[in-house]
């Protein structure tokens, strides 16, 4: 669903959707590139372009709400030189609000990076409250190379996916040097094929787009709510364009001075709390138990089952707490059978974990996009000497599942640095004529409670809501009304709480 859907992951990485995979988790770190050719930004110029907002006839399989139109957004394939002619579309839709429309647009993005945006228009519109739909356009955008929106990619075939050893120690240095060599040569190709398109892909291309989205739509100020990645994309565009918002919502947001190195280095703990956070609702021994299953996977795993798909996993099911019995069977069964002691017990494990298999992957990421997004909005490029130590440094403190959760810091292996302007992502202070509201999880499994606090710390007088979950984007997603009516409330009449809230955990129905 969400992503840091796949989100802003690597391309081993799960989206924060409910539905996974687990087989699809046998994959390594994300493509990486040794590229042959060198892009540097240019100058950035003034706005010499003028964008123009095309109306078109909406698919027709696309199940969109009433009062929806569809919409090319035309701009400059970089806006740092937009009149050299070169344009790409942006794919959008528009829902009217029953009450005044046009004059009230709430815009969204749902994470990644490279989780499409518009084919979640109807779906996500149906989890708005009827307050929401009756006073706010619904507006949805592909961010560019996303989707339905240009410059697409062409040319990319994915490179083969390592796994570091199954079982046993990890020579992490051999591992981290074998994906460079290996994964690098698909994405460099993908990359040097696509010189039109994959040095444009970053976020301070995306926030031009949306701000000259706003002005053709004609709305003063935008209602912004920003999920996983969606937050970077959201604190950029505030710092871009301070004046140009009314609501902020960051909902499961990025850390402050992001970088790929913090990015990879601290999801290991992230991924542990989890775990915690998790047993801490659902009985503590779930995590002993947790434990204890990858301890024998550390000798017995295979292709099928192992410590790597085992962790990846389970992080991946708990961004969904309607999964948590699930999870919870699952470890129960496995942890039973590996104590039994029974001549079968090693078949009675693995029949367990079959059942995690019962969910669907989620498609919503493309790896290139993703390695070329998180890369031109990040320029520091952490060596493999560097992850081994990251390796080293996570599986000494939380197991040798954990040593591998350090992939998201590998993202850019072999790419340029600075082909794109980086994304405005520092800790300096931003006011905003109306406070920002950040939505977090205590356990988020997909972007670690930590990183949003230190996003928060940012805006003045910003308010977090704070639920006790391990669920990665919440606001509207989850049935704790204490998340559910401040964002709403928010959103309509721009009161936060009077101090920063604190949700218990609420169960989610059953999926």
Known sequence: MRSFGRSVFAKSSVGAAAAVVLASLFTSGPAVATPTQEYAPTAVAAPAFTPTLTYVACPVDEKLPPRTKCAALTVPLDWQSPDDGRTIDIAVRITRAKNNPGSNGLTWNIGGPGAAVVEGHRSFYSKLPASIR???DWVSFDPRGVGLSEPK???CTPGPQ??????GPVDWDAHWTKVEATDGAAAAACFDANPDAAPYLGTWQVVRDMDALRASLRYDRWNYWGMSYGTRLGNTYARTFPDKLRAFIEDGAVMANESITHFGS???AGDYLAVQIYASIMGKDQARKQRVILSYFNDDGDAQYNRFRWSTGTNALLREPSNYPLVKSSIDSVYAALVSGAPDSDQRARRAMRRLERLTADPQSDAFLNSF???ADMHDRPTPAQLAAMSRQAEQDYGTAYGYQVFRASVCLGLPSGYSPSSENGDTPVSLANRALFILATGDAGTPWAWGRSL???YTNSRTVTLNST????????PSTCVNDAGERYLLTLQLPRTDLYCPFVKSPAP
Do not use: E, M, Q, R
Not at 471 to 478: A, D, E, G, Q
């Open 134 to 136: 009756k006073n706010f």
């Open 456 to 458: 928060a710390n940012t």
């Open 471 to 478: 669920i990665h984007v919440s606001l509207f997603f989850t």
């Open 373 to 375: 997004i998180n890369c």
């Open 153 to 155: 990619l062409a040319g």
């Open 162 to 167: 390592d796994l570091p050893p199954l079982t």
């Open 266 to 268: 601290t999801t290991p």
